[in-house]
């Protein structure tokens, strides 16, 4: 499920990138990804927005299993 993972939040990360942001991939446990956000989303106040709506949203669209993305 990692590699999944992985492979979806690629697709993602140009569009944080374009508005000076990243997302880092920490863990896949149990269908709960944790994952860190950069730069200029890790200060950012629409970052938990999105995480939830964005990357969350296409990770469950992408990946069988996902449950939850959290920020750690």
Do not use: F
Not at 3 to 16: F, G, N, S
Not at 35 to 44: D, E, P
Not at 54 to 61: C, S, T, V, Y
Request: aromatic share 0%; with cysteine.
């Amino acid at each position: 499920m990692r590699e999944a993972v992985a492979k979806a939040l690629e697709q993602i990360r140009p569009r944080l990138q374009q508005d000076g942001g990243d997302v880092e991939l920490v863990a896949v446990e149990d269908g709960v990804v944790k994952v860190k956000l950069t730069g200029a989303c890790g200060g950012c106040p629409m970052a938990q927005i999105t995480l939830k709506n964005g990357i969350e949203r296409h990770l469950k669209a992408q990946v069988q299993g996902v449950k939850t993305v959290e920020s750690v």
